[in-house]
């Protein structure tokens, strides 16, 4: 399952195999402090921008084997410098989470879905090329199928976040989608719940969740542990969807969760997702249709 502080990333759980979890919770304290750099406290984006800069520079000489100076996150890239040995952690996909945190840093709007994706290519796809490489899986089917959970489990955060992140002044939605239902980003703004502002959220919940569904195969054809793990952050997705869609996409006003008390839901329709035919699969589930 996910965790709170970073939505999108499975944090070395009790399915994860102990050797794995000291590289995950690397993986997981690098990308949670530039996460931070990039969205928390109160620095100009000029400021953040140039953290994130020596942010990058320190990756690069831990990655080169120098050892993390003192004052550059030591308890980020001592750890992190050890498991890019050990594991071969690919350097260009650390990289492209930087880039996509320099990106944030400014609160760009994208223009249309396109660029949504691009951005979700590299603040979100990293993470499951990076577990699937520590895991020796590298075919392009698997590769295309996690990017595709990945985008969709970015983009259910972005839906499940607007009361939240609409008041701060991120803006996910592109252009293209609000111009498509004749709606402004001052009407986002104002938090309240319109038919327009259904139909646009319902709208990109059903394009997450297609993109759900795209790559949920994937967690039926690994093996073991990560096949589970995968599972869960699927079924994880898809009940935000289901929450969402249950009131009925008012998201400008409510942030919708799930708890504890949902896990045993959750572990019945990962446990189906093995036993039911693709072909007579259904989209609540996340088998694939």
């Known amino acids: 399952m996910s965790v709170d502080h970073y939505e999108n990333f499975p944090v070395a759980s009790w399915l994860c195999p102990p050797a794995l979890r000291p590289p995950i919770q690397a993986i997981y304290h690098y990308a949670r402090t530039a996460d931070d750099i990039a969205d928390e406290g109160s620095a100009t984006p000029a400021e953040r921008l140039a953290q994130l800069r020596r942010y990058r520079e320190a990756l690069h000489r831990c990655a080169a084997g120098a050892p993390p100076d003192a004052e550059a996150w030591p308890g980020v890239f001592g750890p992190l410098g050890g498991q890019i040995r050990a594991h071969g952690l690919p350097l260009g ?47 392009a089917p698997a590769l295309a199928r996690s990017d595709a959970v990945c985008h969709a489990l970015q983009l259910i955060n972005f839906w499940q976040d607007l009361s939240v992140d609409l008041p701060r002044g991120r803006h996910y939605v592109p252009d293209s989608d609000l111009a498509r239902h004749g709606l402004s980003r001052a009407e986002l703004r104002a938090g309240a719940d319109t038919p327009r502002t259904q139909a646009l959220v319902a709208e990109l919940c059903g394009w997450a969740r297609q993109m759900m569904l795209d790559g949920a195969p994937l967690a039926i054809a690994l093996p073991g542990r990560i096949g589970w793990e995968l599972r869960l952050v699927v079924q994880g997705g898809l009940a935000i969807l289901d929450r969402l869609a249950q009131a009925d996409h008012r998201a400008l006003g409510h942030r919708p969760t799930v708890a504890r008390r949902d896990a045993p839901r959750l572990l019945w329709r990962a446990l189906r997702m093995g036993r039911v035919p693709a072909a007579t699969g259904t989209a609540g589930t996340g088998r694939p249709v």
Do not use: K
């Open 93 to 139: 996909l650390l990289d492209d989470l930087l880039d996509a945190f320099m990106q944030d840093s400014g609160n760009p709007i994208p223009p249309d879905r396109a660029a949504l994706i691009d951005y979700c290519r590299r603040s979100a796809a990293p993470i499951g090329r990076l577990l699937l490489h520590l895991y020796r899986i590298d075919d």
